[in-house]
């Protein structure tokens, strides 16, 4: 189904400092999750991603933690820049063979230089 | 990667018309899907798109009103059929590759 119609949650956040989003997920089978980033006027675009037996992942200057109990996940970015200005989206799969994502309502993140 | 290409990057059409948008992948691919946001909102899964064979539709959508074509493994299009203003909103096609969700840049449609 669709999210109910609200504006998007903001974070703000000084330049340096370090940003947590959160997200919680609907399915409790879900098995797949990705972060992704979308800049204004563009489609989302991959950050990161994590199966359902992990609980922690990290890449460059981002971590996702996964809390199945409470179908939760996070994401870290660490030392946030400008650039990571952008709306959040957590996203999870449970289709056949990983055919389709279902989108979390999303984050607005705001860093302030 | 996958490089996706959607046209028309934006419209304003009036209510009653139709909307076609096109999706061009640069590789085949099995399975393209189609996606809708609202302005300020999350993504919502529109349909699968499948070649050869007709799109499978999420909860809430019906083909009378998003009628998806899949030619071949590199292109698809949606169709916004009589339109109205509360289907103001950005179109995006999207495609996978292995487990990763690849997206095009969508197409922002306004409806008067």
């Known amino acids: 189904g669709e999210s109910v119609g609200l504006h998007l949650p903001t974070l703000s956040v000084q330049e340096g400092d370090n940003s947590i989003i959160n997200c919680a997920y609907s399915?409790?089978?879900?098995?797949?999750f990705i972060w992704y980033k979308q800049e204004s006027g563009k489609g989302p675009q991959f950050i990161i991603d994590?199966?359902?037996?992990?609980d922690k992942r990290q890449g460059q200057r981002v971590t996702v933690l996964l809390n199945k109990t409470v179908k939760h996940l996070s994401l870290q970015i660490a030392a946030t820049q400008p650039g990571d200005s952008a709306v959040y989206f957590c996203?999870?799969?449970?289709?056949?063979?990983?055919?389709?994502?279902?989108f979390g309502s999303g984050t607005k993140l705001n860093v302030k230089p | 990667s996958a490089v996706i290409s959607q046209k028309p990057s934006r419209d304003i059409c009036q209510r009653g018309t139709s909307l076609t948008i096109q999706c061009q992948v640069d590789?085949?691919?099995?399975?393209m899907f189609w996606y809708r946001q609202q302005p300020g909102q999350s993504l919502t899964l529109i349909a699968t798109?499948?070649?050869?064979?007709?799109?499978?539709?999420e909860s809430g959508f019906v083909i009378d009103k998003f009628p998806i074509s899949r030619p071949n493994l590199t292109f698809s299009t949606l169709t916004v059929s009589n339109m109205s203003p509360e289907d103001s909103s950005i179109y995006l096609c999207s495609v996978l590759r292995s487990t990763e969700a690849f997206f095009g840049q969508g197409t922002r449609l306004t409806v008067v």
């Open positions: 994590i199966r359902s037996n992990m």
């Open positions: 399915n409790s089978a879900s098995d797949y």
């Open positions: 798109a499948n070649q050869g064979s007709e799109a499978t539709y």
């Open positions: 996203a999870e799969n449970y289709g056949y063979n990983f055919n389709k994502f279902y």
């Open positions: 590789s085949q691919v099995t399975m």
